[in-house]
């Protein structure tokens, strides 16, 4: 592996040995990185990673085809993973699908061996990262003419490393001279610009500056027919919105956490009557800050079976990241049958 390491042009590895020509697992890494071994055996490699977003654990898995090997397997990943108090993400060939859209040219339905990679996702509430690029990982035989394909190799990650890092993404690479393809996790992906439609946020009723922000906007001076000044009045209403938004609910979090600063800065110092009265008036604006930042999230969410009260931004956060990984265009697949993530392409 030292020739491999050079010729990939990282300093860092741990290496499990392969048996011959079956097994073995490898992570390489360049300096500069702050990493730390954390643990690894014949089915996995687990390092902990420190950066500028957070510390957090990289797990490289293979999981055993045999139903002799996969419970020991799999139990060393359960208790990994749930000793891990952060951010973790696990990556590679699991060996499971999740469900039948995964799989195509085989018996579906129902097995009778324990899917050890569904209970994971349900007992440690892990989300699966979806993907981009063809959607098996796995062939039998040669990929133009397999007669069964899965997807096998996947990257699921628990609900904190998700918030983390919320543009990262999976795509799915060409196979070659294997009957499975490589997956790459990115991060931190190039941004992709796309016009945003105007939305009314729900948040703004609850505050009280915006029918006046309405009202002055529509007041604006226009020409023109009867059907042109309603078009001048709504765009210039819109566009006045637009910057009030950014103005006021931009920095909702900014707000929050620098309310909650000087709350906390008024309960270390000394009681008085006038640090009760602050601090009254700081639980108050931040009760606000709350609301507006739950609606918020509540309206971009779409989940709309919760009721408005619950403060559960958290869940709100989530699911808007989950949606709009589903819905963004990472690649596209040409007439000629391959993949581009090019953005002019796109």
């Known amino acids: 592996m030292d020739s491999v390491k050079s010729s990939l042009y990282f300093e860092n590895k741990i290496v499990v040995e392969a048996k011959g020509s079956a097994g073995g697992l490898c992570i390489m890494w360049k300096n500069g990185l702050s990493i730390i071994g954390v ?103 040669k990929w133009g003419n397999a007669p069964i394909k899965r997807r096998l190799d996947r990257g699921v990650a628990s609900i904190s490393w998700r918030l983390a890092f919320r543009k990262a993404s999976i795509a799915h690479l060409g196979a070659i ?33 915006c029918p006046i922000v309405v009202e002055n906007s529509w007041k604006t001076k226009t020409t023109g027919s009867e059907f042109v ?20 609910f931009g920095q909702c979090q900014n707000k929050i956490n620098s309310l909650l600063q000087k709350i906390k800065h008024v309960q270390d110092s000394p009681p008085s ?3 009760e009265a602050t601090e009254i008036l700081l639980q108050s604006e931040l009760s606000k800050w709350l609301i507006r930042s739950e ?32 819905n963004n265009i990472d690649a596209i697949k040409l007439e000629n049958g391959s993949w581009s993530s090019d953005l002019k392409e796109i």
């Open 39 to 141: 643990e690894h055996n014949k089915n996995m490699i687990a390092i902990k990673i420190s950066n500028v977003v957070c510390d957090w654990l990289l797990v490289g898995f293979y999981g055993p085809p045999y139903h002799s090997k996969k419970k020991k397997a799999w139990e060393n990943l359960f208790a990994l993973l749930e000793s891990h108090q952060g951010p973790w993400v696990c990556l590679g060939d699991f060996n499971f699908v999740v469900n039948d859209n995964e799989t195509l040219g085989s018996r579906k339905g129902g097995s009778f061996t324990t899917n050890y990679l569904k209970e994971l996702m349900a007992e440690l509430g892990a989300i699966d990262l979806g993907f981009t690029g063809s959607k098996f990982t796995w062939a039998k035989g």
């Open 177 to 209: 001279k294997s009957n499975h393809t490589p997956i790459l996790l990115d991060t931190n992906p190039s941004e992709s610009f796309a016009h945003r439609p105007f939305r009314f946020e729900a948040a703004w009723l609850r505050d009280n500056r």
């Open 295 to 326: 609606a918020l999230w509540r309206q971009k969410s779409r989940e709309l079976w919760l009721k408005l009260g619950d403060k559960n931004s958290r869940f709100f956060h989530l699911s808007t990241i989950i949606r709009r990984r589903r």
């Open 273 to 275: 009557q006038e640090n």
């Open 229 to 248: 000044k309603l078009y001048k009045k709504q765009a210039a209403t819109r566009d006045a919105l637009r910057k009030w938004n950014k103005e006021v």
